[in-house]
């Protein structure tokens, strides 16, 4: 099993560069001193329960991830070292059978200052049904449709502290094309994707791409700001001579605002984005903005849980509700957090458009076991999808997944 970022790194010299060097850096460092290992094996075990009869699609399947972490440093502490790569086996689907460089950097510390380079993730964002701000890294679809998990993605980058602020530079280069399920798995797109991507830029996947945030906080105020130019994670599609659609992507700029406000029992929270298309004829810009709140019960039953409430509003500027999901959707939840040992966990969520009614319910829950396992439940169903929304192609994709993961 080849990761897909080895086949893509033949594509750029700089690439090749950066992740080589960061290689060779690993290799020495993990005889220079106390290397520290841990290590994530997680059992998953998927039901799809709404599959119609005859149509070709499998309704079960088993699956196995590993995901060792390495880390050490050097300099006194100053410079630090992390190498973790993740491989997936899947005994339905081929394209989950797939491997990942998560992360693989070095990142020196120099009183202000912060200096990394080599593969790495980074996360942005506060709200929980929907992470616009969020675009370093491209989405692992393979792993699930909730758009949590993340390729590892090059880097270089130089972080400075300003008291309660940060102003970070991100050099972006190597570009991660998005992977898409089987066309036989029931979480696919309802149409044939072609493994052959189109890019608006002549270099293609090895555009360079760049990416500054300034963040920070002030008394109950947690902020964000951002700027990104370079490849879209989302693509697009066109009409391929083989009949199949081929992913398109195109360039962007955007700008992106994230805050969160923190008061006793609440929390609220904004999202927005104003993403511009360098042709008209590669998408229409727009603005998209997602903004809500949690509200916090303690101590409830005596002690036994805590229970938060969320909602959320989505907002999108875009016409097209058959092709874009949070468009006008309204999103409303519990979250659970119980105080046994266990640790056991709970959220539930239900996202409705309310143009057409379509609603979609997702729980996931998880519960600490043997001491160094977690086990975890994720279910989500669809219903009353309108055919004009975007997740029409999912109205019979109901599933329930549950997994061991294992610490070691």
Known sequence: MVPDIARGMTRGRMFRALLGA???????????????????????????????????????????SLEPDFRGDFDDGNTLWRFVPFGRWDSRDPERRHGDIREMYLLHVMDDWEFLAGVSKVFWGVAESRHLVDIINQTDHLEGIDGEDKLGQPMLSVGRSFGQS???FYVLPGFRERAFLSADSPLSLPFAVSDDPLYESGKGRDHMDFAVRFSGYRDV???GVSWFRGTSREAGFVPGMDGRLRP???????????????????LWKFEA????????????????????????????RDGLFDLGLLAELHYDSRDDSGTILFQDDVF???RFGFTDVEGTEILAGTVIDLKDGSQSLR??????MFNNARLGLEAQSFFNVDPGNA???????????LSLKWYF
């Open 391 to 401: 997740s029409y192609g999912l109205r019979n994709s109901d599933y329930a997944l």
């Open 221 to 223: 105020l947690d902020y």
């Open 332 to 334: 409303l939840g519990m």
């Open 166 to 168: 940060t102003l970070t």
């Open 22 to 64: 960061a290689a060779l850096a690993f290799h020495a460092l993990s005889f220079a001193g106390e290397v520290a290992v841990s290590v994530a094996m997680e059992l998953e075990l998927q039901a799809f329960v709404s599959n119609p009869a005859g149509s070709g699609r499998h309704d079960d399947n088993f699956a196995v």
């Open 363 to 368: 729980v996931e829950g998880s519960r600490r």
């Open 248 to 266: 398109f992507y195109p360039q962007i700029e955007q700008f992106g605002l994230d805050l969160q406000i923190t008061t006793e029992s609440w």
């Open 273 to 300: 984005i104003r993403r511009t298309f360098g042709h008209r004829a590669a998408g229409d810009d727009f603005t998209a903005a997602v903004g809500g709140f949690e509200y916090s019960f303690y101590g409830l």
